[in-house]
Every structure is written in C-alpha cells, then in structure tokens.
C-alpha cells in the first residue's frame, strides 16, 4: 500500500468524463431550498406560580422580570426557540392557561413561591396533565411545595424537575424540548430498506411514537440521481471539502473521491426534493459509490447520514442532533478488557464530531476496509474527550454508557477510524451488552451510536420529557 501527498494526487489523474445535465425538477429545487434545511421555531409557554410579596414573600415580583430578561437572551441565543405566555398564577388561574396551550410545544414552570400549602403544586398539576413536555424550575427558598413535585414523575408525566439556583439548567431544558417536536416534523430517505429492531423497521411504528416520516428510496433512484448530478459540480465539492482538507490519500484516485462527492450531491438533491434531515441506506456499500463521504459530509452540517440502513442508530443520531447539537458515530465496538476498554470503529465518521460550527478534526482519505474499495474516511478523535454511547431501541428504551478516549490506532484488522474509550468496567459491559432488554439480528446487537460528551444526565431528563425508558450498559 503506498500512499502520496497531495500535489502528486492532483496530477495523478484528470476526469475526463464529460458533463451530465442536471434534472431540471432536481436543480430548482436545489437551487431553491435553504440549505441544511430549515425548521420553524419551537413555541415553548412560560407560566409563574405562586405569590410574590406580602407577608410570605419568597420571590419579589422583580423576579418575574429577571426571568423574562433572561428568556429573552436565550431565545435570541438559540434562534430556533420562541417563549409565549408569561401568566401569574395567581392571579391568573391553571385552568385559563390551559386553554392557551393547543398551539405551543412545550410548557416551562416557575415556582416562585410554595408557602401557602400545596396550591402552587395543584395549579401545576392541572397544567402538567395537559401532556405536554414540561419543565419545573424551582430555586432555593421558593418555599415548600417542591415536596409535591417528585410524584409527577412516578406517575409517568412527562415533565423534567429542576430545583436548582443554576439559571444555565433552563438552557439545557429548552435545548432538550425541541426534540420530541422536532421529531414531528422529520422525513427519513430509508434506502433499500431498513435494519434493525422491529418496531424502529416499521414505519408505521415510528411515525405513531414519534411522529418521523420514513420516505422508501430505491436503489435506482439513488443511481438516477447520481447520473444528473453536474460532473464540474462533484468536481469543486470534492476538491473544496475533501482533497484540499485531507491530511494524505492514501489508497482512492481522484476520480473515486468525486464519485463519492458526486453521490453526496445526489443525496442531498434527493433529500431537498423530499424535504428530509435524514438518510439511512442498506445499500451504501453498493453501487453507484459507498456513501461514507456523503454521509460524514451531512453529519458535519448538522443533518443525519446513517450506514447500513441502521433505524435504531439513526433515530439516536437525530435525537442528539436536536437536543445536543453533535453528529454522532455509528461504530462496530469491540472489548479489551485487559485494558478495561470498549473500542470504537467504523468507516464513516463526521469530521465535525463538536457540531457544526467546531473544527474539523483531521482525517486521511482511504479505501472501506472490508472491500478494498471506494472511498471512506480516517478521523483522528481528540484524546481525552468524554463521548456518551448510546442506541434508542424498540422506539423505548435508550442504550447508554459513558467513556473516554484514551487512544486512537490504526489497525487493518479494523474499519478506518478506529478510537479506545476508558470505560467504568469493560468485563461487566461486555457481559451485560444490551442491557437484557435489545434482542435481534446482528445490525441491531452490534451498532451503538458515540455522541462527543457526557450526556448522560441530559439524556435521563429527555427520557421523562418523551416518555422512554434509559438502560445503563454498565
């Protein structure tokens, strides 16, 4: 195997296929679309309860307008977030605010004050069994009510507790309550089928749980696509975003990586054409090219590309995107329990594993390394870094473990990018993998998504938000 640096790559090899027309419906529509697709904003309502000043005073009224400030800065922060209501209770009653909640997606409560008995805990009540996702923000000295809170959550509502003087925990929340809506509004290309556990290969199932579209894509619509797109336009997409930005090529010629490239164009003209943020495909390994350029290119700009028609880990992939901001890495792990490690690798990775607005991470252009053939990627993960491991399976429960890089090989025993994670006990993982709860065929046993940071917490709170079950995989 030898490989070359990149001003001998260049000369190697001129294309000298001559241009193919676009499809004319394909290319309005490209031209047309926002890119990454855009979403509108996510209405989430705010409510104050409990008294302010008087003989119990707990929270000044001025409170009210510290909370609305801060509202408003994390609003225009996130961007895609947009807070309505804003009622006292009292004077305002539980069952009027109500009335006003058909439209948002998300109710966040205030606890101001709890002296007085459990009547803060009864107006809040009323409005948690609306079924909206809900959040409790309750501070230090805003008086005795939080004693009736933890009950919610043993009953099943959905609604997150937060009793904390830490203002930051709202942002977490919010970020966290646009992904069940989020979900709502999600169209899935699912090419040539999907895999994984049953209910997530139903589409029927996952649009009733989670409301996401699958869209079925055939294998000849992706070539159709592919043979459309501009050979000049694969041309300066592989030039502008791989060749130039690789660190060395090792085994692809030239004309492999803008094949690769032009078959992310395909895609991402098929995914404006049907309005989606996501693709999975069973046949990237196939013909017209291997979609791991494709895919790691639309991980990186914050939409969804998903190997092996993987439903499980896609869905993962999408809820972390909405309420972490990160891509995720399906990997095919394996133990070291000698070196108390679960090993990370597979052949398509984003190189922008902190989100779409990080640094690209350094990476080689290969070959996939179970064919020798076509075009993947070599992505050098940050050592040190906390990753969350994580599969949401049978649309209900959520695989998840936590670790850290402690290296990072490159072994041809293994897919290209390969990175070691620490983990808290790597022979009770490896004996407990699945947690008793993930049966199936290998997809589904094997995948796991790997998410950079511990979101572990975060995830447990998401779970009481959309009414899933969390399995440590310890």
Same mark, same amino acid.
């Given at each position: 195997?030898?490989?070359?640096?990149?001003?001998?790559?260049?000369?190697?090899?001129?294309?000298?296929?001559?241009?193919?027309?676009?499809?004319?419906?394909?290319?309005?529509?490209?031209?047309?679309?926002?890119?990454?697709?855009?979403?509108?904003?996510?209405?989430?309502?705010?409510?104050?309860?409990?008294?302010?000043?008087?003989?119990?005073?707990?929270?000044?009224?001025?409170?009210?307008?510290?909370?609305?400030?801060?509202?408003?800065?994390?609003?225009?922060?996130?961007?895609?977030?947009?807070?309505?209501?804003?009622?006292?209770?009292?004077?305002?009653?539980?069952?009027?605010?109500?009335?006003?909640?058909?439209?948002?997606?998300?109710?966040?409560?205030?606890?101001?004050?709890?002296?007085?008995?459990?009547?803060?805990?009864?107006?809040?009540?009323?409005?948690?069994?609306?079924?909206?996702?809900?959040?409790?923000?309750?501070?230090?000295?805003?008086?005795?009510?939080?004693?009736?809170?933890?009950?919610?959550?043993?009953?099943?509502?959905?609604?997150?507790?937060?009793?904390?003087?830490?203002?930051?925990?709202?942002?977490?929340?919010?970020?966290?309550?646009?992904?069940?809506?989020?979900?709502?509004?999600?169209?899935?290309?699912?090419?040539?089928?999907?895999?994984?556990?049953?209910?997530?290969?139903?589409?029927?199932?996952?649009?009733?749980?989670?409301?996401?579209?699958?869209?079925?894509?055939?294998?000849?619509?992706?070539?159709?696509?592919?043979?459309?797109?501009?050979?000049?336009?694969?041309?300066?997409?592989?030039?502008?975003?791989?060749?130039?930005?690789?660190?060395?090529?090792?085994?692809?010629?030239?004309?492999?990586?803008?094949?690769?490239?032009?078959?992310?164009?395909?895609?991402?003209?098929?995914?404006?054409?049907?309005?989606?943020?996501?693709?999975?495909?069973?046949?990237?390994?196939?013909?017209?090219?291997?979609?791991?350029?494709?895919?790691?290119?639309?991980?990186?700009?914050?939409?969804?590309?998903?190997?092996? =028609? %993987?439903?499980?880990?896609?869905?993962?992939? *999408?809820?972390?995107?909405? #309420? $972490?901001? +990160?891509?995720?890495?399906?990997?095919?792990?394996?133990?070291?329990?000698?070196?108390?490690?679960?090993?990370?690798?597979?052949?398509?990775?984003?190189?922008?594993?902190?989100?779409?607005?990080?640094?690209?991470?350094?990476?080689?252009?290969?070959?996939?390394?179970?064919?020798?053939?076509?075009?993947?990627?070599?992505?050098?993960?940050?050592?040190?870094?906390?990753?969350?491991?994580?599969?949401?399976?049978?649309?209900?429960?959520?695989?998840?473990?936590?670790?850290?890089?402690?290296?990072?090989?490159?072994?041809?025993?293994?897919?290209?990018?390969?990175?070691?994670?620490?983990?808290?006990?790597?022979?009770?993982?490896?004996?407990?993998?699945?947690?008793?709860?993930?049966?199936?065929?290998?997809?589904?046993?094997?995948?796991?998504?790997?998410?950079? =940071? %511990?979101?572990?917490?975060?995830?447990?709170? *998401?779970?009481?938000?959309? #009414? $899933?079950? +969390?399995?440590?995989?310890?």
């Amino acid at each position: 195997m030898t490989s070359m640096n990149r001003r001998e790559f260049l000369g190697e090899s001129a294309v000298g296929a001559s241009a193919v027309l676009l499809a004319a419906n394909a290319a309005r529509a490209a031209e047309n679309a926002p890119w990454p697709p855009q979403m509108p904003p996510i209405k989430i309502h705010q409510v104050y309860i409990g008294r302010t000043g008087g003989i119990y005073l707990s929270r000044p009224t001025a409170e009210i307008e510290k909370f609305e400030n801060y509202l408003t800065q994390l609003e225009n922060q996130l961007g895609d977030v947009k807070f309505v209501g804003g009622e006292l209770i009292p004077p305002a009653d539980a069952s009027e605010v109500v009335s006003k909640l058909d439209n948002a997606d998300g109710v966040i409560l205030f606890h101001l004050s709890g002296h007085g008995g459990d009547a803060p805990s009864q107006a809040m009540s009323h409005i948690i069994d609306k079924g909206l996702q809900t959040a409790v923000f309750s501070q230090p000295f805003s008086g005795h009510g939080w004693m009736y809170f933890p009950r919610w959550q043993k009953e099943g509502k959905k609604v997150v507790l937060l009793p904390s003087s830490d203002w930051s925990e709202i942002d977490k929340v919010v970020k966290l309550m646009r992904v069940a809506p989020r979900m709502k509004q999600t169209k899935i290309l699912v090419i040539r089928g999907p895999q994984g556990t049953a209910a997530a290969c139903s589409a029927e199932q996952v649009k009733k749980r989670l409301g996401v579209e699958c869209i079925p894509i055939t294998v000849e619509e992706t070539l159709k696509m592919h043979e459309q797109v501009d050979i000049k336009e694969a041309e300066a997409e592989a030039e502008r975003y791989w060749i130039s930005k690789a660190q060395k090529i090792v085994e692809p010629t030239r004309d492999e990586i803008i094949n690769a490239a032009r078959f992310y164009l395909a895609i991402k003209n098929l995914m404006i054409r049907e309005g989606a943020h996501a693709v999975t495909s069973s046949n990237c390994m196939g013909a017209p090219a291997k979609g791991c350029l494709a895919f790691s290119k639309l991980c990186d700009i914050g939409l969804v590309g998903a190997c092996e =028609g %993987d439903m499980d880990s896609t869905l993962t992939m *999408l809820m972390f995107s909405y #309420g $972490f901001g +990160v891509p995720g890495f399906i990997t095919d792990p394996v133990f070291d329990v000698a070196k108390n490690a679960l090993i990370h690798f597979h052949c398509t990775s984003a190189t922008r594993m902190d989100g779409p607005s990080g640094e690209r991470l350094p990476f080689t252009i290969r070959n996939q390394s179970d064919s020798e053939q076509g075009v993947s990627l070599d992505v050098e993960n940050r050592i040190g870094q906390m990753v969350t491991c994580a599969k949401f399976i049978n649309l209900d429960t959520m695989l998840l473990s936590t670790g850290k890089i402690f290296d990072v090989t490159h072994d041809e025993l293994g897919c290209r990018t390969q990175f070691w994670t620490e983990v808290a006990d790597a022979q009770s993982m490896f004996l407990n993998w699945g947690g008793g709860v993930l049966e199936g065929g290998v997809m589904a046993l094997l995948h796991r998504a790997v998410f950079y =940071g %511990d979101h572990s917490q975060a995830v447990r709170n *998401l779970s009481h938000l959309m #009414g $899933f079950k +969390v399995v440590e995989e310890v």
